[in-house]
Nanobody
């Protein structure tokens, strides 16, 4: 299983970026995909999580109304559309995959969307997002 992020870059405040997480080796039906970010000197935090098979989505309060997560099972990709970017969004963004065979557990994992719980089975290498004027 491999996760590869792309789409990071440098933008001015108010700008937009679309991150992609390409998942290979598995199909997304029994997996929860999460986007996490880590800024220098800060802990990794959950940004958004999705389980397409259960139509479950979570957003951190800090990104609600500005970020949109989506999943394309045909492409085996998960996207994070980031609008109205702020300097505080600057970080390395990672996607991760957690296998959960039961629908109820997938829903719980999405709603928790924390980097440490449950254990995320696979992580991407990260993509840098910098928001500055």
């Amino acid at each position: 299983v491999q996760l590869v992020e792309s789409g990071g870059g440098s933008v001015q405040p108010g700008g937009s970026l679309r991150l992609s997480c390409a998942v290979s080796g598995v199909t997304l039906d029994d997996w929860v995909i999460g986007w996490f970010r880590q800024a220098p000197g800060k802990e990794r935090e959950g940004v958004s999580c999705i389980s397409n098979s259960t139509s479950s989505i979570y957003y951190a309060d800090s990104v609600k109304g500005r970020f949109t997560i989506s999943s394309n099972n045909a492409e085996n990709k998960v996207y994070l559309q980031m609008d109205s970017l702020e300097p505080g969004d600057s970080a390395t963004y990672y996607c991760a995959a957690s296998y959960q065979g039961y629908a109820g557990t997938r829903i719980s994992v999405v709603q928790n969307c924390a980097p440490g719980a449950p254990s995320w089975d696979y992580w991407g290498q990260g993509t840098q997002v910098t928001v500055s004027s």
